[in-house]
Every structure is written in structure tokens, then in C-alpha cells.
């Protein structure tokens, strides 16, 4: 089975910390993806990269950024947190083909 | 107009009883077509690709009708361990690769 980690699990951060959300994937994928899921939002597309050193902009990438410098792992980067950055964010991979993701557990982070 | 749109239910189904749910998309282009499932607290897992033709995984029957812009899922024999929330989820192919837009979610509630 493919298995999606990420780092953490829940996060509480203080405003204006830089924030690191890890995701590693062991399939190989070259596709990864950041999302965040909120409540009447639904999963929207921050960031997501086809290769390594790759990265294009989702729907709501104002205030992340992100890395790939190894194909396995993919990084999301909160600059600067704000409390409107408190969501559950989720990390997916993928096959270059178009079919399922596998996501992972997610990380519940709130910034305070 | 959102590009995935969903009734985000609760809908409530008494456990053996049949369950249909439909979801619309904006983008005519768009190519690929699939349901997740999430559970509460968790990450959305993929249920299974929709196709042209309608396609059915034991229980579970999915449609597609692209004159009309819906895809449906339809639940017989509802177990009380389908109660989760439905995802229907858009891939518009072309440039937008292996991208995948996803609607809020219909929550499906499965009672004795």
C-alpha cells in the first residue's frame, strides 16, 4: 500500500512563526499536492508539484510556499502564520497518470 | 459558481435502504470523474473511478451524464458503515494535468 506521512498530526503555532508542514510519500509518485479542507470550503488546492524542484500554484497559494528538493518529499511553508491559516491540511501523491490520490492522516494546525 | 457543487446533506437512510446523491460540475471539458469517501476525522480515500458507460462496485453503482454536467453515486443495502461523507471529485485534463477539483462533500448518515 502507498503510504502518505505527514509529520504531525495537530500543531498550534503562534502568529508570525514560520511554519513547516513535512509530507513523504514511499511509492515513488511524482505527482504531490497540498490541500486544506475547511468546513463549507471543502478541499482547495494550495500547491502541487510534478517533479522534483517543481512546483505550480493551486487556487489559495497566498501566504505558503513550498519545496521538493527529493521526489519523496514535499514541504509546505507557512512564511509568516495568521489565524486565518488554522485549517486541517492535507497532503496527497499520485502516478503521472490521472486517477486516485492517496492522501495522507493530515495535520489539524491552529495558529494562535 | 463553484466548479464542483454538492447537496451536503446529512442524508439520513435507514440501515438495508437505497441511497442516491447526485453532483454537478461547471467545466464542460472536463474528463475524469471520481468518488471518495471520508470519514470523520480522517483523510478522503479513493471509492471509485466513474465512467462513461456507468460502472458498479458491488454495492455501489456510479453514473455519469455529461449532457447534463452530474455524475450520481447510489448506495443499496445501506450498512451502517457507509455513514461517511461522499466526495465528487473533477479532472479537466489538458493543461491542469493531473489536477483534481473536489466538491464539499454529501455527508450520508446510516441508522439502525
Known amino acids: 500500500d502507498v503510504k502518505v506521512t505527514q509529520s504531525s498530526r495537530y500543531l498550534v503555532k503562534r502568529t508570525g512563526e514560520k511554519v513547516f508542514l513535512e509530507c513523504v510519500q514511499d511509492m515513488d509518485h511524482e505527482n504531490m499536492f497540498w490541500y486544506r479542507q475547511d468546513p463549507g470550503l471543502g478541499l482547495r488546492l494550495i500547491y502541487f508539484s510534478y517533479d522534483v524542484k517543481m512546483k505550480e500554484k493551486g487556487d489559495i497559494p497566498e501566504g505558503y510556499s513550498v519545496s521538493r528538493e527529493k521526489k519523496e518529499r514535499f514541504s509546505l511553508i507557512l512564511e509568516s502564520a495568521s489565524t486565518n491559516q488554522t485549517s486541517m491540511y492535507l497532503c496527497?501523491?499520485?502516478?503521472?497518470?490521472?486517477?486516485?490520490?492517496?492522501f495522507g492522516s493530515g495535520t489539524r494546525l491552529t495558529v494562535v | 459558481r463553484k466548479e464542483v457543487e454538492q447537496d451536503p446533506g446529512p442524508f439520513n437512510v435507514p440501515e438495508g435502504a437505497t441511497v442516491a446523491f447526485n453532483c454537478t460540475y461547471s467545466?464542460?471539458?472536463?474528463?475524469?470523474f471520481f468518488w471518495y469517501r471520508q470519514d470523520c476525522r480522517k483523510e478522503p480515500k479513493l471509492l471509485m473511478s466513474?465512467?462513461?458507460s456507468g460502472n458498479e462496485d458491488g454495492r455501489f453503482t456510479a453514473q455519469l451524464n455529461r449532457a447534463s454536467q452530474y455524475i450520481s453515486l447510489l448506495i443499496r443495502d445501506s450498512k451502517l458503515s457507509d455513514s461517511a461523507t461522499y466526495l465528487c471529485?473533477?479532472?479537466?485534463?489538458?493543461?491542469?494535468?493531473?489536477?483534481?477539483?473536489f466538491g464539499g462533500g454529501t455527508r450520508v448518515l446510516v441508522k439502525p
Open positions: 466513474v465512467y462513461s
Open positions: 496527497a501523491s499520485s502516478p503521472p497518470h490521472v486517477g486516485g490520490y492517496t
Open positions: 471529485v473533477v479532472n479537466i485534463g489538458g493543461a491542469a494535468g493531473n489536477k483534481l477539483t
Open positions: 467545466n464542460s471539458a472536463s474528463q475524469s
